[in-house]
């Protein structure tokens, strides 16, 4: 069953809960939903498995939630405040979170604006590269999205996402505001006096996020995990990835 909150712009979100146990909040990738990222992948099952209440976000744009067209509407302070809503709606004061890419890149907003709804958090899909985001690709990648035609798109990481884009099914328009929303990246220090515990979580080959481990050094208490030969898409899914977590989440100090 999907349940959903209204947003204080009217932006109505849709989110799975479900399992019992110590809650987690899950956050999904740019593209994705909380169905590819999550639930396909065998994380649902994994964490009641583990003895977690799971909650799963559509993200503003994505999945079963609403999706507007103007990039003002996906500030990621606004979709911290989409996930704050969520948790509100099922009256949990404080949550483990995990996000995966573009969900790690809010996890860290959360951790900065909300931080008292923040225990733990696991950050999939995101290291170095974190430091070093690029407008103009940002741009590229947007144009792609919006381009009548993919087959004229010439910059590789632009087709790659609109191919990803088009598969999940996504509203191309939603997906290019998006891409262009006003964004925040905290510096070195900005990061280190965050209080939480932290696990990184990187493929071998992600060459979209770069290694986990100068990221990890930026916060006051985080580990870092390199998965062997898995990639940005193929690192969400794997036994390794997934034992660590559980182990993560299980030790209660």
């Not at 590229?140 to 790659?160: F, H, N, V, Y």
């Not at 898995?230 to 997934?242: A, M, P, Q």
Request: hydrophobic share 40%; aromatic share 8%.
């Amino acid at each position: 069953m999907t349940y959903y909150v209204t947003a204080s712009d009217g932006t109505d979100i849709a989110y799975d809960c479900m399992g019992e146990g110590p809650p987690i909040l899950l956050i999904h990738g740019f593209g994705a939903s909380r169905t590819i990222t999550w639930a396909n992948t065998g994380w649902y099952q994994t964490l009641m498995t583990a003895g977690h209440k799971l909650i799963a976000i559509d993200c503003r744009g994505h999945g079963e939630s609403q999706k507007p067209h103007a990039p003002a509407a996906y500030d990621e302070g606004r979709m911290v405040r989409d996930i704050v809503a969520v948790l509100a709606d099922l009256e949990i004061a404080e949550s483990d979170v995990m996000g995966y890419s573009m969900g790690a890149i809010l996890a860290i907003r959360l951790m900065h604006d909300a931080p008292y709804r923040v225990r733990r958090v696991i950050l999939g899909g995101l290291g170095e590269t974190y430091f070093r985001e690029s407008k103009d690709l940002t741009e590229t990648i947007a144009k792609g999205l919006q381009a009548k035609d993919p087959s004229k798109i010439t910059d590789p990481t632009a087709r790659e996402f609109r191919a990803f884009c088009e598969k999940a099914g996504d509203d191309l328009a939603a997906m290019a505001a998006c891409m262009r929303r006003p964004r925040q990246i905290f510096t070195p220090e900005e990061l280190h006096v965050m209080p939480q515990k932290l696990l990184l979580v990187c493929g071998a080959e992600d060459n979209m996020a770069g290694s986990p481990e100068p990221l990890a050094r930026a916060f006051h208490d985080a580990q870092s995990l390199i998965v062997p030969k898995r990639n940005h898409h193929s690192t969400v899914g794997d036994r390794i990835y997934k034992d660590t977590v559980v182990a993560f989440l299980g030790n209660r100090e």
